[in-house]
């Protein structure tokens, strides 16, 4: 945790539940309990786990020139959002190129937070203020407890009123267990969930209750690396871990595509004005890769780096993997080889385990995204 220079409210929390709270984003982090990553997969995929999520940053951007900021910096329209509504946006560089992953909270008519990834997008739109009518507070004293699964619902609903009318991709103010809280309809499990972003002193007290009240629930304290489990299934992707800042192509600068990653979609139709707008338009139908699923023909995970072979060629690159026990079914997601991209493509899994594995269309959990967006 050398790295570290923000602290989490809970860290004496996940230390007691057998946490080293490795380094992520600046935060030690819960990577890993002393109980099994699997009970924490079954658990959100089947019930509810809690999750300290705070190494994201969160950022308000406030002023006149807010809106207009957000609006190139990132790829959604955001004269769209308003306040109580969110939306997932991609950052791109000048040369139309991936560089962080965001959403963006309409907090009022001037006001907006931010909760960005682990890419350099805080650093752009901070560049980007100056000389603007907009104050940029990074705010570390928020916390980020997630709360996902089927269950989360209808624990929330003993506690939040109005809880099941909140749409997804919305947010409300308002109170849980005595403490002010926004409580945010998103996450990155691809189940119904929660996101509970409160201050720092009242996360134990929030953290404490929710895992007591909710035991009942079969709410757990979930640790971090159990996101890579979910979304492997659910097409979540995470920078740099996906992207060719770790798997680098020979010759060219780091940097991957909308058009490549499949994030094209977070550009809002019709918007053709913002950071990286003109390349990113003009590399469309250039990929030089595209992210695919693999199923695997194995009881064993791949791991990250393992390559993909076929007729003797290597076509690819698995950036990361999951088995789980309650589909039985090892998956990944990989960098393929565009030709390769297709569903039924028979592959060669080489690396941590040699096995054969079988192209396949994401996400492997949920395609219709039905679970995340229920209804009441």
């Known amino acids: 945790m050398a790295n570290s220079w923000r602290i989490s409210a809970l860290a004496d929390r996940h230390r007691a539940l057998g946490s080293r709270l490795e380094d992520w984003n600046g935060m030690g982090m819960a990577w890993s309990y002393a109980t099994d990553l699997a009970d924490h997969h079954e658990a959100i995929r089947t019930k509810a786990g809690l999750m300290d999520v705070s190494g994201l940053k969160k950022v308000h951007y406030v002023g006149p020139h807010a809106q207009s900021l957000l609006d190139w910096a990132t790829t959604r329209d955001i004269g769209k959002l308003y306040p109580g509504k969110s939306a997932y946006a991609s950052i791109l560089n000048e040369d139309g190129k991936f560089i962080d992953d965001c959403i963006i909270y309409r907090t009022g008519p001037n006001a907006f937070m931010v909760v960005h990834g682990a890419g350099t997008g805080y650093e752009r739109l901070v560049r980007s203020a100056q000389g603007r009518q907009v104050a940029v507070l990074f705010d570390d004293d928020l916390h980020d407890l997630s709360l996902q699964g089927p269950a989360a619902v209808d624990f929330l609903a003993e506690h939040v009123p109005g809880i099941r009318d909140l749409p997804y991709f919305h947010h409300m103010q308002t109170r849980l267990f005595g403490r002010p809280v926004t409580i945010s309809r998103t996450g990155y499990t691809g189940e119904r969930g929660y996101e509970i972003f409160c201050k720092a002193q009242d996360a134990p007290l929030i953290w404490d209750t929710i895992l007591a009240k909710g035991a009942g629930f079969g709410i757990v304290a979930c640790a971090f690396a159990a996101l890579d489990w979910l979304r492997v299934e659910s097409y979540l992707l995470f920078y740099p871990y996906d992207n060719s800042e770790t798997y680098a192509f020979a010759n060219e600068k780091a940097g991957d595509t909308l058009w490549e990653l ?53 076509v690819g690159v698995i950036t990361c993997g999951m088995y789980s026990r309650l589909t039985r079914r090892s998956l990944a997601i990989a960098r393929l080889d565009v030709e390769q991209a297709r569903d039924g493509v028979e592959l060669e899994v080489r690396g941590s385990i040699e096995a054969r594995g079988t192209v396949s269309a994401l996400p492997f959990d949920d395609p219709e995204k039905k679970k995340r967006t229920a209804v009441g």
């Open 262 to 314: 499949g994030l094209e979609f977070t550009v809002s139709p019709g918007k053709t004005d913002f950071c990286g707008a003109n390349e990113h338009f003009r590399l469309a139908g250039k990929e030089r890769f595209k992210i695919y699923g693999v199923d695997v023909a194995s009881s064993r995970a791949t791991a990250a780096g393992d390559t993909l072979w076929r007729n003797g060629r290597q």
